[in-house]
């Protein structure tokens, strides 16, 4: 099974809170943008504080498609319609099951509904 516990995520505000009780229920590490009461950052700094914590950003910001990225950022962006937890969090299970997080050390995670997408950084 390719999950691996030692990943730990920052949920970006947009994101369902359900999405950071499922990941503690996989026993995932996963803190909230609200959590750390820095509500409104700019995208730039959440991928800073992302780096500096060494956690993997989730969002739903289509806005860090664009971000250039260093070596050590690490973002999934979930891009599922509607974004609404019953057609996420399953989703989202699905990709946890199958998904090697070493494939974030050269590219951002675009995860949509059918198919997961790899875009070089």
Same mark, same amino acid.
């Given at each position: 099974?390719?999950?691996?516990?030692?990943?730990?995520?920052?949920?970006?505000?947009?994101?369902?809170?359900?999405?950071?009780? &499922?990941?503690?229920? %996989?026993?995932?590490?996963? +803190? !909230?943008?609200?959590?750390?009461? @820095?509500?409104?950052?700019?995208? *730039? =700094?959440?991928?800073? &504080?992302?780096?500096? %914590?060494?956690?993997?950003? +989730? !969002?739903?910001?289509?806005?860090? @498609?664009?971000?250039?990225?260093? *070596? =050590?950022?690490?973002?999934?962006?979930?891009?599922?319609?509607?974004?609404?937890?019953?057609?996420?969090?399953?989703?989202?299970?699905?990709?946890?099951? *199958?998904?090697?997080?070493?494939?974030?050390?050269?590219?951002?995670?675009?995860?949509?509904?059918?198919?997961?997408?790899?875009?070089?950084?």
């Amino acid at each position: 099974m390719p999950q691996s516990h030692d990943a730990k995520f920052l949920l970006d505000e947009n994101v369902s809170n359900n999405l950071r009780k &499922l990941l503690i229920s %996989k026993g995932y590490d996963a +803190i !909230t943008i609200q959590e750390l009461n @820095i509500r409104g950052a700019k995208n *730039s =700094e959440l991928i800073e &504080l992302s780096r500096q %914590k060494s956690r993997i950003l +989730i !969002t739903y910001d289509k806005d860090f @498609i664009e971000y250039k990225y260093g *070596s =050590e950022d690490k973002l999934i962006l979930i891009d599922i319609h509607p974004l609404i937890d019953e057609y996420v969090l399953p989703n989202f299970s699905e990709f946890l099951n *199958s998904f090697y997080f070493e494939e974030l050390n050269n590219n951002i995670v675009i995860l949509k509904e059918d198919e997961i997408v790899l875009k070089k950084k």
